[in-house]
């Protein structure tokens, strides 16, 4: 964990892996997101820019879905689906969904 002090001077910490939010997060986007475009989600570039948060948040759940079926794609209900989902809520969408954008341009 990173130890940040705010504007107030108090600390706190905050997780980043490899420059992402979080492990999680890097993991995605290194072992199923890497390669992959925009137009893998049906998106075309001139229709979408970072700052556009409504196509930013459906660009997002557009790939956690991706994601999620392909991880939990014929995993029987318990310990192991239970650990990937958890694993998963810990994704930052958002965050690889801009990633998608700005690697577009």
């Known amino acids: 964990m990173k130890k940040l002090t705010n504007t107030n001077g108090a600390s706190m910490t905050k997780e980043s892996y490899n420059g992402w939010t979080n492990?999680?997060?890097?993991?995605i986007q290194?072992?199923?997101?890497?390669?992959?475009t925009l137009e893998s989600f049906g998106v075309?570039?001139?229709e979408v820019d970072t700052d556009d948060v409504v196509n930013?948040?459906?660009l997002a759940e557009d790939v956690e879905s991706y994601v999620e079926e392909i991880v939990t794609n014929g995993?029987?209900?318990?310990?192991?689906?239970?650990?990937?989902?958890?694993?998963?809520d810990r994704v930052d969408w958002m965050e690889i969904a801009e990633h998608l954008?700005?690697?577009a341009r």
């Open 101 to 103: 954008i700005v690697d």
């Open 23 to 27: 492990y999680e997060t890097w993991r």
């Open 56 to 58: 930013v948040e459906s």
């Open 44 to 46: 075309d570039l001139h």
């Open 75 to 88: 995993v029987p209900e318990g310990l192991a689906l239970n650990l990937a989902m958890s694993f998963l």
């Open 30 to 36: 290194l072992e199923v997101i890497d390669g992959m």
